[in-house]
């Protein structure tokens, strides 16, 4: 009962900014549930969207005084509905310059229309243009504080410019508006392991299978948290479950692959590596795992192999052209190590380990 009733006062919170009615958000302030989420109370929504209209001078249609008409009043509202609906099918098939066009004339009938600014930031995220897409979301939030996946938006926006921090606070607040929200979860997850908080992490990704049990990313995630928590066993199977639930997921091959190869299950391991390419063929870090497998397997030649591929895809992976140049000395080609030696140290100058090799080839080098 009270989710419905904050959805219906979010509702008219919305109708009042698309009117640009201040005096009506301040009714919705007084009379709205107190609190939206653990994080804001309803007014504290109020006041951000009456400091919108402030900042902006938003200039949309204005209802006459004391009448509070239907959305569906709203000049173009329809028309923008109808747009959207064109442009998601046209997103979803892939033409991206065609849903931009549809959302940019449904923002023509409807200058507040929540889901296509949101179908834009989608698209700016998508084409790198991260501070754009921050925005836009920013901007869809405003208008939909309610909505859980608008706030992951913008912590996905704040992850791809580095702005960790943010992002994370997003994503809490986004699990905070809803709790069953699994990408949410998991998405908080993932920035906590990048942040080095694997424990923390490992939580967030439990709490997203809870919710949605065949959520193939979050027993991936899972997987990687309780890798670098040395938990192997417990690795392998959250990313067995990840692969059991889509044999086509290529970075769960790869990443139970490298697990395996810590167990000393080496076989194994090059089995999902290999998967993992025949997935997806331009995959650096497959070939480079590889790599390592049949070089720990004593086959350096058909190492070299992947090595040669993997900085083929990626040409300044520092790791894969040491890892060749270790692969080419124990294949007794000492001279040509030593070059690709250099291009790795060339790469990445504190690579102490690959220094070391890099001496111990030239003074066997003819």
């Known amino acids: 009962m009270q989710r419905s009733i904050l959805k219906a ?15 009506m958000v301040e009714r919705f302030r007084a009379a709205g549930p107190q ?13 951000r969207v009456l400091a919108v209209l402030t900042d902006t001078g938003a200039t949309c249609w204005r209802a006459r005084p004391g009448t509070t008409p239907p959305v569906a009043t709203i000049p173009g509202a329809a028309r923008a509905v109808e747009l959207h609906a064109r442009a998601s099918k046209a997103y979803q098939s892939g033409d991206r310059a065609s849903a931009t066009r549809l959302c940019q004339e449904a923002l023509s009938a409807d200058p507040l229309h929540p889901e296509s ?25 405003t208008l939909r504080p309610h909505e859980a996946s608008y706030v992951s938006a913008v912590g996905e926006a704040y992850r791809s410019l580095g702005r960790t921090a943010e992002a994370a606070e997003s994503f809490r607040t986004a699990t905070r508006i809803d709790a069953g929200f699994a990408a949410g979860h998991n998405a908080l997850g993932e920035v906590l392991l990048d942040g080095g908080d694997a424990p923390a992490a490992e939580a967030c990704f439990r709490a997203a299978i809870a ?3 065949t959520y193939e990313r979050a027993h991936m995630n899972l997987g990687r948290a309780l890798h670098v928590e040395g938990d192997l066993a417990g690795a392998a199977a959250a990313l067995g479950e990840a692969v059991r639930i889509n044999p086509k997921y290529a970075t769960a091959h790869n990443n139970l692959g490298a697990v395996l190869q810590a167990q000393g299950k080496g076989e194994e391991a090059a089995a999902h590596f290999r998967d993992a390419i025949a997935i997806r063929a331009d995959y650096p870090e497959a070939h480079f795992n590889l790599g390592g497998a049949l070089l720990a397997a004593g086959d350096p030649a058909a190492a070299v192999g992947e090595f040669q591929e993997a900085i083929r895809l990626r040409p300044k992976y520092a790791r894969a052209h040491a890892q060749m140049a270790q692969a080419l000395f124990d294949y007794g080609q000492v001279a040509t190590s030593v070059q690709v030696f250099q291009s790795a140290l060339a790469l990445n100058p504190n690579d102490q380990p690959t220094r070391l090799r890099l001496v111990t080839g030239a003074v066997r080098s003819p």
């Open 117 to 141: 600014i949101y179908l834009l930031g989608v698209i700016a995220l998508e084409a790198n243009q991260y501070a754009e897409s921050l925005r836009l979301f920013h901007h869809a939030t």
């Open 35 to 47: 609190h939206v989420s653990s994080r804001y109370t309803w007014k504290h929504v109020a006041d």
């Open 9 to 23: 006062h979010a509702n008219l919170l919305e109708l009042a900014l698309r009117m640009a009615d201040p005096a």
């Open 211 to 213: 919710i949605r049990p």
